[in-house]
């Protein structure tokens, strides 16, 4: 059974910063492109930052460039997305999903999901 569980959510301050992280099971792990996107109140589910199977190669949305690094462990099975310079509007449910093709930014191509982790930036 694929699992992949995120964590490292929770409430930080304007400007602060956390550490997401993502452990998944059940797959060959390596073979695996992975995505974070996020989910607003009230918006749709957005494409936040992807990396290929082997890590060397990313991919981030517009709003977070800069601010936001994706990386991987294989070994380890867990892919990382450090979240800096946090503003309100990243305010979020934050998921993982993994897909066994290339790095992508469209939701429909990932083939698993976790069930997400809050971000709470307060002002």
């Known amino acids: 059974q694929v699992q992949l569980v995120e964590s490292g959510g929770g409430l930080v301050q304007a400007g602060g910063s956390l550490r997401l992280s993502c452990a998944a099971s059940g797959l060959a792990f390596g073979s695996y492109a992975v995505g974070w996107f996020r989910q607003a109140p009230g918006k749709e589910r957005e494409f936040v930052a992807a990396i290929n199977q082997g890590g060397g190669l990313t991919v981030y949305a517009d709003s977070v460039k800069g601010r936001f690094t994706i990386s991987r462990d294989n070994a380890k099975k867990t892919v990382d997305l450090q979240v800096a310079s946090l503003k309100s509007e990243d305010t979020a449910v934050y998921y993982c999903?993994?897909?066994?093709?290339?790095?992508?930014?469209?939701?429909?191509?990932?083939?698993?999901w976790g069930q997400g982790t809050q971000v709470t930036v307060s002002s």
């Open positions: 999903a993994g897909r066994s093709g290339p790095r992508s930014r469209l939701e429909y191509e990932y083939d698993y």
